[in-house]
């Protein structure tokens, strides 16, 4: 969602519970990227808790188990930095793969905030730190809200009177 034709979202939080879910690699991104969702969270409303894991493998389970306890939403954080071996496309390819199939599975939203980099500094430009020129985390943030208005929207019952 970054860049030109970035959407202006409808990010009212109010009665929402989300889970923030975090990988613990890379302190000085993620940090960024939480604290960009942290401030989208509180700005719209929202009842939010953060979740730290070991990396971002562990993902996609800790936000089911988030999702299965109640939660409305999810917004996962990891930072996976491409190295010489093949590690890089495993971890980018479980993780993205493991969070759609949670929200598939669960029928919430999981706000995609995984950054998948070639070198450190892309990630301290995308992480909403003084200087970045993105906020993958607040991005993330207001997709999960939004998408779980839109699903709220949908489900709501309807007259077709």
Sequence with gaps: MSGQGS???????????????????????????????????????????????????????????????GADAVVALGVIIRGGTPHFEYVSSAATDGLTRVALDTGKPVGFGVLTLDDEQQGLDRAGLPGSKEDKGREAAEAAIATARALGALRAPKSFE
Excluded: M, Q
């Design 7 to 69: 959407p202006i979202l409808d990010i009212d939080g109010s009665g929402l519970k989300v889970v923030i879910v975090a990988g613990s690699w890379h302190d000085e991104i993620t940090d960024g990227l939480i604290a960009g969702a942290t401030r989208t969270l509180e700005g719209a409303g929202a009842d939010y808790e953060l979740v730290r894991v070991p990396g971002s493998f562990e993902l996609p389970v800790v936000s089911k188990a988030a999702l299965e306890a």
